[in-house]
């Protein structure tokens, strides 16, 4: 009876340890992946939450993103704050494909990467702060020119193989 107690309580305890090292291995994939994507400079992030610099955060409910491929930027992302100079109708907020300039890339000791470039559209000049962290979350800084600067908060997308 004893035996079988033990038996039993060993199956269970066993079990949990087996789960939490498959969650360990699976934690340490996702990192390798997102590590690689960002050493790589072709990476997306999907932005699901806007913090303009004055006024409180937004929620996105639409598809919204920032796409680095190779040398260039394809920004995706709305825009919420004062405006300083905007062409007449409002512009077209932090929508464009353009070059980035400056590229540079940065591990610190607990691996965030932070990345940092200068891109320009037909509307303003923009200087960009990404911090990516191997959970997979990232952070957009983004500082204008002519419009106060605005924060962005979403997730790296893990490209399908």
């Given amino acids: 009876m004893k035996i079988s107690r033990f038996l039993i309580m060993l ?16 934690k340490e994939e996702k990192a390798r992946l997102i590590k690689e994507l960002i050493d790589a400079g072709n990476y997306t992030i999907d932005v699901d939450r806007a913090l303009p610099m004055s006024g409180r955060s937004v929620n996105l409910t639409s598809s919204y993103s920032v796409e680095i491929k190779g040398d260039s930027i394809y920004s995706h992302l709305p825009y919420y704050g004062r405006a300083y ?4 109708g ?11 300039t400056d590229y540079k890339m940065a591990y610190d000791k607990k691996d965030k990467a932070t990345i940092t470039f200068t891109s320009r559209s037909d509307e303003d000049r923009y200087e960009f702060r990404i911090e990516v962290y191997l959970n997979g979350t990232a ?4 500082q ?18």
């Fill in 11 to 26: 199956g269970i305890v066993s079990l949990f340890g087996g789960q939490s090292l498959f969650a360990q291995e699976k």
């Fill in 85 to 88: 100079s905007v062409p007449y």
């Fill in 90 to 100: 409002g512009g077209s907020g932090l929508m464009f494909k353009e070059p980035v």
């Fill in 139 to 142: 952070t957009i800084f983004v």
């Fill in 144 to 161: 204008p020119v002519n419009r106060q600067s605005i924060t962005y908060h979403g997730d790296i997308l893990l490209k399908e193989e």
